[in-house]
């Protein structure tokens, strides 16, 4: 998996930063790619990456504010127009249905796919076998959410040295083996595939954060994971405005990584007040208090590791 970011400004964009946008590449996984948020100019940001708008299977929205849906509707057109049949789903809270269908009925647009569109609540959103989403409520002026994507734990590789020390032939039976399952042999032997499997390999899990000002939820949603998005609005001089408006601060994002015992901070949604010159001391009030935190820029890919 990889974190690639298209937009990491807050509320304006400037002129280094666009406005919130992220991909999550499921490679490893699935040849898919979902994205979260969709502020303005996005498909623009696409043009100077490596995304294909083709291979866009899921899209969630954290909030209704501009910077995070304005480029919606013309990244949907824009995927209709490159031709694309296969299905999207659009994940977003209430209201995200009626801005959608309304951009492109007064438009006059239509989409060559099919769009799912679901508005959430807190809670579990899906579970497909391979990956779980779970929405949780954040703390904003609107209504606003976080999305914690998991993926199952895969099972350990075959163990082919103790299958011969067994005397265990090769055959069509190996992958109910690879999966666990049980076999019967030609001479008899009924075999345990679990038996033979080396140690599962630990599914990721990233903790992707909306717009909030510091929220309970945030620790429940964020614990234990590999990667935590997360907005810095503001330094931390400025807590009280940042909290006021429904926003964290670098110190209070970077608590929260250590509280929630994250291993990988990104920090991200920075202010226009900001310049480039400004993102070394934004990046050292975060690491004094987490070190292993990243100052994401347009364009930076980050790999998600367990």
Not at 65 to 86: Q, V
Not at 233 to 245: G, Q, S, V
Request: net charge negative; hydrophobic share 35%; with cysteine.
């Amino acid at each position: 998996m990889e974190l690639k970011f298209l937009g990491t400004s807050a509320g304006v964009p400037t002129k280094e930063r666009n406005v919130t946008s992220l991909i999550l590449d499921l490679q490893g996984t699935r040849n898919a790619l979902w994205m979260f948020d969709c502020g303005e100019g996005t498909q623009h940001q696409i043009l100077h990456s490596s995304v294909k708008i083709s291979k866009l299977e899921k899209i969630f929205i954290t909030h209704l504010h501009g910077d995070h849906i304005f480029g919606l509707p013309g990244l949907l057109c824009s995927r209709s127009m490159g031709g694309s049949t296969d299905p999207l789903t659009l994940y977003g809270p209430t209201g995200i249905r009626q801005f959608v269908e309304t951009s492109l009925q007064l438009s006059s647009s239509f989409l060559t796919y099919p769009l799912d569109i679901t508005e959430v609540q807190a809670g579990p959103l899906f579970d497909d076998g391979e990956l779980k989403v779970t929405a949780y409520a954040l703390n904003h002026r609107v209504e606003c959410y976080g999305y914690r994507i998991e993926e199952h734990d895969k099972a350990g590789a075959l163990d082919t040295q103790k299958l011969d020390q067994d005397a265990i032939p090769r055959g069509p039976w190996m992958q109910a083996l690879k999966q666990g399952g049980t076999i019967t042999l030609e001479d008899g032997r009924t075999i345990c595939g679990k038996d033979y499997l080396g140690v599962p390999i630990r599914g990721k899990s990233l903790a992707i954060f909306g717009d909030t000002e510091p929220t309970p939820e945030a620790l429940k949603m964020a614990a234990n994971v590999d990667v935590m998005v997360h907005e810095i609005t503001l330094e931390d001089a400025f807590a009280e405005k940042a909290n006021e408006r429904g926003h964290s601060t670098t110190k209070q994002a970077a608590a929260l990584a250590r509280d929630a015992k994250a291993k990988h901070f990104i920090a991200t949604h920075i202010s226009g007040r900001y310049g480039v010159e400004d993102c070394p001391r934004l990046l050292a009030e975060c690491r004094e208090i987490f070190p292993n935190t990243d100052l994401a820029k347009d364009f930076a890919v980050f790999p998600v590791r367990t």
